[in-house]
């Protein structure tokens, strides 16, 4: 086991980090709908981080560790291998600091996910589709060029970032939630929830939320061990990696549930939040939605804080 | 000219509307994107209206008129002629009151319409798809129920409830845009706002778009005359009205300018917001974008805040 997992993140870390990314990163907005309400069933308030820098929390996380290098190491670059949200995050973060982000994407990743790295400026170098390959892509790319590796998810400035998504709903609510759910793939976002809302809502019943068919998270925290994933199969491509090792040991000790949902589940709450609420959201970010619809009685009554975790779609593509 | 026209309303008529009116709407969000900044060359504000209650800045003027009405008639119920947005949102008001919204919609109104007042609880009449069958079944009725008629956008207190989306805009932004932009059908919207803008942000332009294929708006403001709208060829069927004498007279004497935006760029703005802000907007409510982009010397390094009126699209028939 690392330091890192060894010295519990705190609240501090994750004020810090807020202060910090504060002029990166927007104050997104907690909106709510009285006809999805009436279809849960239970109040819901949705923090809408689809209408994030870069279209998804990940900016948080990717700003606040590029922002805590020293200058000297950051100067050097950053890079990290990913075909997703934080590849587009760190990539821009890079940019708007002047340096750059080199990412390793595999050779079969969406058109719509390479182009979206490269408008944000990110360097893309491609591997062969497999886990080896990216990790021995992600060495050589590091030790050609001096660049730090930054983590998706363990990492505990990304976790600190990630946090920071929650210590904004706690100021932008009234009062805590019965119920606050995120959808959970690394990890990086619940753990750093959880961090916060143990704090700050004590009484808040934290859930995590993922694909049934990348139940990873689930078979952990009912075990106690983490498990990991193997064959993904779901539409949710935000939510196939593994828990992270921090982020497991975070999420065991704070987190109270982990519910999972059908991919049929997940596209018919992107429709929903599409046609009543006005917002595009990815497939990864209506997974707790598609849990609350599919788990009635654990949400009925209850005031129920969701984290909409991003909207990056290809609008051609969409799965219906 | 009818007494309506004949007193001016004043900015104490919108901040009674939008005390008025609280309970019922959302503080709408202002929210920006620096990629469609760029792609603009000005800094623009956007005010989502497209996530207000009933999905349009609408529910506004509804709920106004209705909350105005002297409870033993406002208790005979209301009625309207519309196929969009207005009869939906006069619906989700009255239904909210209790008492009934009737709706006059032509046979051929698309059945996402229909379906959107009948959601609201709005009682349908359809009737032949002329301008005179509207008025004459309208007519028939108020006269059979005793409902009172709340107009879409020629009334002195939907006018007033409109305005409160820009009094709610100076009250968000730190210092008032160089140059404000709202769609303009009927008129509702824009002379709302322009009254609010004029006495509140004395210094700020204020500009209608409308689409070129209905462009009586820019015809009457030139000319100094109200001009009828024959027969209009949009995409952006919220728009395809003409100016109420009443809203036109607030338009002369307010407005600054009156710009036209082609369907295909219409369509381009819809994608572009949807693409890079994640929200969905409507073929009328991207007017003002495309405006922007279609007239970029205009807007030159300005502060923009624009109108997003409205986001009642049906996503199976979106236009690309």
Sequence with gaps: ??????????????RAAALRIAPYVHETPVLSSSTVDAQAGCRLLFKCENLQTAGAFKARGAHNAMLILPREVRERGVATHSSGNHAAALSLAAKRMGVTAHVVMPENAPASKVEAVRAYGGEITFCAPTQKAREETLQAVCARTGATFIPPFENRDVIAGQATCALEMVSQLPQAPDILITPVGGGGLLSGTALVSRS??????????EPAGADDAQRSFRSGVRQLQTAPDTIADGLR???????FSMIRDSVDDILTASDAGI???MRLVLTRMKLLIEASAAVPLAAILEHPDYFAGRTVAVVISGGN???????W
């Design 313 to 319: 779609v290809d609008i051609d593509q969409l799965p």
């Design 267 to 269: 596209v018919r709450a």
């Design 1 to 14: 086991m690392t330091e890192q997992v060894k010295r519990n993140i705190d609240i501090d870390e994750v």
């Design 241 to 247: 990696s593994s828990l992270g090792e921090l982020n």
């Design 200 to 209: 700050l809502w004590p009484e808040t019943r934290i859930v995590g939320a």
